[in-house]
């Protein structure tokens, strides 16, 4: 095995998703490496990402099994542990993310999001404002100057507020043991992610992935033994975007992205169910998409 886009396709089931990971025995590639397919890369580190206290971690796994106290009361994400590694020029845009055992929450889902750098907005979409606009003309828009979402329609009136465009485009699911390897082209919309117990999946969102949760107890995470459970996850399409797996960003180049970890809450009411809090990131990521 040569690198990390080797030919290698090996379909991984470890207590969790089943995921694709490409070339996952090999040594990897070093800081802008030419890859097998003349793809360049760049491997850096993700790093805790202070929140609005507002947004509340979740406790529960995917088949909401509560997490022992212990573990509740003693978990941090680690700074330097966690890599990511993507593309930097030509296409398709890939990311990669490594965690190594016992590093995130076990059997738990999180949004794989990337956002645009944070400025005035100057109405100029082919300019200044050109990252913003791709992300957020082909996924969703935030406003930081009103803490508040964005239409299509509602950007161009927030001249000179700070207006970011991002992507959520894919999901990944830690294993029991809070590791995990996945690599993802940036092909996809989403809003958000499902568990298709609570929402049946519609002809327009992502393929539905089965997950297994044994919650066994571990004491580290678990303190007794759960019920093994399979739960099914997918991504919501965005609606008015690009179908999933069509999505293709528009070429040029990107600089001060941020990809972003944020925990997936489902929509839960449990006070352990967790708002949607982004706990990860990477911050000024620069990229290229050839045309």
């Known amino acids: 095995m040569r690198g990390l886009w080797s030919a290698v396709v090996l379909p991984i089931i470890a207590g969790g998703c089943a995921l694709i990971l490409i070339g996952c025995g090999g040594a990897g590639l070093r800081a802008g490496q ?3 397919s003349g793809l360049a890369v760049e491997t850096v580190n993700l790093h805790p990402f202070a929140d609005d206290p507002n947004q509340k971690p979740r406790w529960m796994n995917i088949a909401d099994y509560l997490y022992a106290s212990s573990f509740r009361s003693t978990f941090r994400y680690p700074d330097n542990t966690v890599t990511l590694t993507y593309t930097t020029q030509e296409a398709p845009l890939r990311f990669t993310v490594r965690a190594p055992y016992r590093t995130l929450k076990p059997d738990f ?4 999001k990337i956002e645009g750098p944070r400025q005035p907005w100057s109405n100029d979409p082919t ?5 913003n606009y791709q992300l957020g003309s082909k996924g969703r828009w935030w406003c930081d100057s009103c803490n508040a979402s964005l239409t299509d329609g509602q950007v161009a009136s927030h001249a000179g507020h700070y207006v970011k465009g991002y992507l959520y485009f894919d999901f990944l699911v830690t294993d029991r043991n809070g590791a995990v390897q996945q690599t993802t082209t940036v092909s996809n919309s989403y ?3 499902w568990k298709t117990s609570q929402r049946a999946r519609a002809a327009n969102d992502g393929r539905a992935r089965s997950c297994l949760v044994a919650g066994t107890k571990d004491g580290w ?11 099914g996850l997918y991504g919501e399409w965005e609606p008015g975007r690009a179908l999933p797996g069509t999505l293709a960003l528009a070429p040029g180049s990107y600089g001060g992205v941020e990809f972003r970890l944020t925990e997936e809450s489902f929509h839960s009411s449990n006070p352990h169910g967790g708002t949607w809090r982004t706990v990860m990131s990477a911050p000024n990521l ?6």
């Open 191 to 193: 809003h958000v992610t």
């Open 109 to 112: 889902c999180y949004q794989m």
């Open 286 to 291: 620069s990229f290229v998409i050839s045309g």
């Open 127 to 131: 300019g200044d404002d050109f990252v």
């Open 34 to 36: 030419p890859s097998d």
């Open 221 to 231: 995470a678990y303190d007794r033994n759960q019920r093994a459970t399979t739960v």
